[in-house]
């Protein structure tokens, strides 16, 4: 994919491509997003494509190679087929010791095959040593190995005159993940050479020579300018993966795409001036009419380039940083995004696999779970660039929308006004909920369960829920004992029922930021601290806990690593007949406060919550409550990478 770019700026006109700095040129004509693209297949299909390329190489040398056997070794092949004895008594080319040599193989070779005939018990293997013995005493057989052995040691002196790839070690990496699953011998022996810190620096040596060398073997003198010829296989489902700009009469290189055929090569880069492409002129041309020349060539394409001047850094293999995203994005609706085609829509919570971020403003990605059907990596906004861009939009919108806003606050209190603005506040203040936030997977300790946390608006079920959990298994779930200023019952016990503790004890332990969620009652201070959850994880069991939202930060910023659901009320209606069953009445004005509630909670901690059951039938929604729980013992889950640390 080679698209558009205007210099930076935003070129004027009606249609909506001339909205944006870059044009993809691969993509359909319409608007279709990039992650609709087919999918180029797994990792050994990428190994398979880089054999495919070597044999195309050979074969545009007419035939014969860089690589191939030199006629003299193909006079030899002739002598060897006319003379059924060369090789074994007749030292024609190769001298006796090599003949001898030959000899001494076959013979090793007969004396294994007899001393396995002697461990064979049964008749049917008897005779199949006995076949195999015949064989190899055949003076056809003895000619045909001599022939092997002469053609096999011509090839192995053939060395490449040229690096066949530049990318080693996207290679090794790929078959190290093949090997992953592997349990045979041979495959953990070459995943652990693979793997040596050796043989990792070998290959990132020859990958950084093989840059150098390619450029060097391509350079001509074009025009009185240095420049070099580089050719790239363009196919409907690999598309080359650039975007070019205009910079005066030139048409420039502009980005370089992960996951495409120019990235891939290592043969195109940015700040490379095309000056031919399959022997047409393009300088001089607007980035459109490259566009539409394009759109009309496939295969090969050769591209004449003057290099760039800046110099190239060796190549090095990037990390992938995993980020869940705090907020939605549509390319369509951004008009400072370079290319429409190539930006990546997301929602917020959506895991996205950040593998470049050399431009800062704009760093390339996948979604997680579309790595199969996104063959190139699409833009998103870098962190720092949608920063800027959230703090402006909380500054601006807020002047325009003021008489709206106090026509939204008439109808409420002054406490709940100042509540309000105090979560906001929060909301805002907190940088990773406007961007991203680097995660990792987890898979959590059979013997230490993370706590699940039910958020959920009042009745919306989530409290009979938990007692549900309580009820059914007790020896897997428990709750956190609770702390108390108020004085013990009759019937209770310290560390049972409540932890009993005197108001400075309390007040100074909440000061000390020990309770994820505490209130007052009947001027009695109530708690729940990380203490008394982390009890219940050491003793085995999952803590359940009801919260409310505010309470998730206090628990996110602990060492418990929770698991956080939000469990969502269904429809009005809906919900009006589930609490009739449970013989509660709610008026119209209540039901519509439980859903709006919910739809706030979801709007503001949305990304927070690692799951969602619509509490739509009651068995329906504790089966797969169940579910999600159990998942945790079998499948990794995504958390803060800053939980690991």
């Known amino acids: 994919m080679i698209t558009s770019h205007m210099n930076g700026y935003v070129q004027e006109g009606s249609a909506q491509a001339a909205n944006h700095r870059e044009r993809a040129v691969d993509c359909p004509g319409d608007d279709t997003c990039l992650v609709k693209l087919p999918h180029c297949g797994a990792q050994m299909e990428r190994i398979q494509h880089y054999q495919e390329e070597l044999r195309k190489r050979r074969d545009e040398d007419g035939g014969r190679g860089k690589h191939d056997i030199d006629p003299s070794a193909s006079l030899r092949l002739k002598k060897l087929s006319q003379n059924p004895k060369v090789g074994v008594d007749n030292p024609t080319f190769e001298g006796k010791e090599k003949a001898a040599k030959d000899i001494d193989e076959l013979e090793e070779v007969l004396q294994a095959v007899k001393w ?3 461990c064979l018990t049964d008749a049917q293997s008897q005779q199949d040593a006995e076949l195999l013995l015949q064989l190899l005493a055949k003076d056809d057989f ?9 053609v096999s040691q011509k090839m192995n002196r053939v060395n490449p005159t040229s690096p066949l790839t530049v990318q080693a070690q996207d290679l090794c990496l790929e078959v190290q993940k093949i090997l992953k699953s592997s349990q045979q011998r041979e495959g953990l022996e070459l995943r652990a050479l693979l793997t040596n810190p050796h043989l990792q620096a070998l290959m990132q ?3 950084s020579l093989a840059v150098q060398e390619m450029a060097e073997d391509n350079v001509i003198q074009y025009l009185g300018e240095t420049v070099k010829m580089v050719r790239l296989q363009k196919t409907r489902d690999t598309p080359l993966g650039a975007t070019v700009r205009n910079d005066m009469d030139s048409v420039v290189v502009s980005r370089v ?21 399959n022997g047409t002129s393009v300088r001089g041309k607007h980035v459109n009419e490259v566009h539409d020349l394009l759109q009309q060539m496939h295969g090969t394409l050769t591209f004449l380039l003057i290099p760039s001047s800046q110099m190239k850094p060796a ?21 400072f995004v370079p290319c429409r085609e190539l930006g990546l829509s997301f929602q917020k919570g959506d895991i996205l696999h950040v593998i470049s971020q050399d431009d800062p403003n ?39 929308q003021e008489p709206q806003g106090k026509r939204w606050y008439v109808k409420k209190g002054k406490k709940q006004k100042k509540k309000s603005a105090s979560t906001l506040s929060k909301n805002t203040d907190a940088d990773d909920l406007l961007t991203y936030e680097e995660m990792s997977l987890y898979h959590q300790p059979a013997n230490r369960k993370r706590p699940v946390a039910l958020i959920g608006p009042t009745n919306s079920g989530h409290d009979e829920l938990r007692r549900r959990l309580l009820s059914v298994e007790p020896d897997k779930f428990a709750v956190a004992v609770p702390h108390t200023t108020r004085s013990p019952r009759l019937h209770e016990r310290n560390g049972r029922e409540y932890h009993f503790v005197s108001r400075i004890g309390f007040e100074a332990d909440l000061a000390a930021g020990k309770f994820i969620e505490s209130g007052e009652y009947e001027k009695n201070l109530y708690g729940t601290s990380t203490d008394s959850v982390r009890h219940v994880v050491n003793s085995g069991r999952i803590c359940v806990l009801c919260l409310h939202t505010r309470s998730l930060r206090l628990l996110r910023s602990s060492n418990l690593k929770p698991f956080v659901i939000f469990i969502a009320p269904p429809s009005q209606e809906r919900l009006r007949t589930l609490l009739a069953t449970e013989g509660k009445s709610a008026k119209p004005e209540e039901l519509k406060e439980v859903t709006e509630k919910a739809r706030e909670m979801e709007q503001s901690f949305g990304p927070l919550f690692d799951a969602t059951v619509v509490n739509m039938e009651p068995n329906e929604a504790f089966l797969e409550l169940r579910r999600l729980i159990e998942k945790l013992d079998t499948e990794p889950q995504w958390v803060p990478t800053s939980w690991l640390c």
């Open 116 to 118: 396995v005939q002697q």
């Open 142 to 150: 003895k000619c045909a190995y001599s022939i092997y052995a002469v």
């Open 205 to 207: 040596a020859h990958d």
């Open 257 to 277: 795409v992960k996951g495409g055929t120019a990235e891939q090569s290592g043969l195109l880069n940015e700040g490379d001036e095309i000056l031919e492409i």
């Open 315 to 335: 190549p090095h293999r990037q990390t992938v940083m995993h980020v869940r995203a705090y907020f939605d994005y549509d390319p369509s609706d951004d008009p």
């Open 362 to 400: 704009w760093w390339q990605a996948y979604r997680d779970g579309d790595e199969e059907n996104q063959l190139l990596a699409g833009l998103i906004p870098g962190k720092n660039f949608q920063q800027q861009r959230e703090t402006l939009k909380k500054t601006i919108p807020d002047k325009n």
